[in-house]
């Protein structure tokens, strides 16, 4: 018995008019933010730098009306971030979008995969 093949799947990147842009890895560490309750730990979640999840925070920040995330400096309790609401609306509808994507890109997704060779031997 021969497992199925995985199916294919999108990974929507949105490009906003002034080239700020947000994808799957930066709604994904908003939602590491969202359950870590940190910056550091969702970073270190996705294998990436503390430098470069500050980074991305502070660009969706910029981005957006209101900060998307908001934190407080480590100290004797320690630090940490939660989503604001907004925060929480922003990763709602990107998810919505990729949503949408791949249900109405379903059908062609199908017909990209029929064309693509069976395995290896076909090489």
């Not at 018995?1 to 008019?17: E, W």
């Amino acid at each position: 018995m021969t497992a199925d093949p995985p199916s294919p799947r999108l990974r929507i990147r949105i490009v906003f008019d002034d080239g700020n842009m947000i994808g799957p890895g930066k709604a994904d560490l908003l939602e590491r933010v969202d359950r870590c309750g940190s910056i550091a730990a969702a970073g270190r979640e996705m294998r990436m730098s503390y430098k470069r999840a500050w980074e991305l925070i502070g660009t969706l920040n910029a981005m957006f009306q209101a900060p998307l995330v908001e934190s407080t400096r480590g100290g004797p309790g320690g630090g940490g971030a939660r989503l604001t609401d907004l925060g929480r609306e922003v990763v709602a509808l990107y998810r919505a979008v990729e949503a949408d994507a791949a249900q109405g890109g379903q059908a062609r997704l199908q017909e990209l995969c029929a064309l693509l060779r069976d395995g290896p031997d076909h090489a």
